[in-house]
């Protein structure tokens, strides 16, 4: 079976590399069904306003949805007396795209902590992130930022709920004129545009962003997200994770899903994060589970067209049998596979069929046509 | 190499001509020529000239780096990238305007004539106002005329061809300028070279 590893392509390889990264950490395998009572979705509004939920009615009447995501149903089957759960999953997940009304399949690979509060567990969850971006390029970059942050911000300027959704909208935009826009409607603070613009902006080396962030503190939850971003810098940096890390203020997530530490990871070439995850205690206070949590999920599809490697050959070697038996096809066959990784039986020299070496079966004999010389 | 997406007409012309006058130059695209794709190898440039609805889709999916694109589009694609900077170019409203003398039915849904559907959606939801949106490519001014359309949401530069057609504005409901875009990954990758395009731009914007 071992060297099965060694043929793998890229694509097929990253699941298992993934997966030994995650259970070297003492992770185990979750698996789900695809048909989920939609009810468990309820509690949670923003989430299906914005994941577009595919639903359908059961055999029994009940209203169920294709799983949008898994998360959800983890929490869901955590009881009062799990202390600690350590998971990944490798499930697909359904949505409606959201640029035009079509139905999307997304392979996804996770990690959910469950019952880790302190910062050993967001440094794990990050390690674990920043290992699997580095599994999938060379060129990465992990960027960080702390809900506390904007959720303490939002407090004080006394936002409504519209007003939050909107603001965290824009903020995924970074739009200075739509925040200037937003502040005239909805602050009477007229240092909100300032605080919010530059909030917008910071972005880059950590260091560098946390010394620039200290002067918009506006109460103590945004001095503690600060702190808590210091803290896990300095882990990060003495275990020798600080070089792809960047910190952006901007990255914003759901509030009633996320808070502390949120994260999104980009490789080049892909135009879109291929990382997203965070520290979830909300999500898990908001359905009534009294553990903390933290998780991340790559969306593996986001990487077929970087992981593809051009196909050459349709096979390494094609054998034109003619009229030959069955019998004396497939030991020819089984001979060639001797020699060659891969081996396509035709009855003719179709043009269609791509190969590095051509045979022809003739009189019980295998030759190699001229074209190989 | 930074790909630039320029939306092919007169703002992507007068895009260009400030990135030219920055030192972003490539002679070639002034030639009439019916090429899309126009390089700069030395400067690390590469222009991408691209119907105007589109410049939003390339710089999401990647295919260009920045872009160039109207608020009014990006507003109504609703398209997941950055936006650096207001260009305070190709400014003028978004309006909802009608023939002459009309007047609102309230007891029937107002049909609306408009290239922008999301947009037309999204204002009438929040005047909880009934509409029947009548999506077309061009030429919205004809649909109030022919009978087609109540009214028409499209952007209104001088107000030059409403008054041609014997309409005129009833609502103004947005502010449109050029947007400079990016793409969201090569924001991360390529940031030094878009950062230094964006403050170079917005030297120039501020200082007029």
Known sequence: MKGIYNKLTKEEALPLILKEIYESRGYEKYTMGEFIPYDIYMENKNFLRDEGIITFTGANGKLMALKPDVTMSVVKNITDDTITKKIYYYENVFRMSNSINQYEEINQIGVEFIGGDDLYSSTEVIELAYKSLKAISDNYILSINDMGFMSGLIKHLEFNEEAEYKLLKILKSKSQTELKEFCKKYSHDDRCFGYLAKIAKLEGPFNEVLEGAKDLCLNDEMLLALDELNELYEALMQIGLADNIKLDLSIVNDLDYYNGIIFKGYVDGVPTAVLSGGRYDNLMYRLNKKQAAVGFAIYLSYLDRIMKTDKKYDAEAVLFYNKAGAVEVTNAVDLLAKKHKSVRAEKEDFEHVNACYKYVLEDGEIKETKENA | ?208
Do not use: H, W
């Open chain 2, 1 to 208: 190499m930074l790909n630039i997406a320029l939306p092919k007409g007169r703002l992507g012309d007068s895009v260009y001509k400030l990135l030219d006058k920055l030192g972003y130059n490539c002679p070639e695209i002034n030639n009439e020529t019916r090429k899309l794709v126009f390089e700069n190898k030395e400067k690390g440039v590469r222009y991408l000239l691209v119907k105007p609805s589109d410049v939003a889709v390339y710089v999401e999916k990647g295919a260009a780096d920045i872009g160039v694109v109207g608020s009014d589009v990006l507003k109504e694609g609703d398209n997941d990238v950055f936006e650096l900077l207001d260009l305070n170019m190709g400014k003028c409203k978004m309006c909802i305007a009608a023939k002459n003398g009309y007047e609102e039915n309230m007891s029937l849904p107002l049909r609306v004539a408009t290239k922008y559907p999301n947009t037309a959606y999204k204002y009438f939801n929040s005047i909880s106002r009934r509409i029947e949106i009548i999506k077309l490519n061009g030429s919205i001014e004809l649909a109030p005329i022919l009978g087609l359309s109540d009214v028409i949401l499209d952007i209104v530069e001088t107000g030059s061809t409403l008054k041609g057609n014997d309409l005129s504005v009833i609502k103004d409901i947005d502010k449109i300028s050029a947007r400079l875009i990016s793409n969201k990954s090569s924001y991360q990758f390529k940031k030094d070279n878009v950062d230094r395009i964006v403050n170079k731009i917005n030297e120039i914007v501020l200082g007029e």
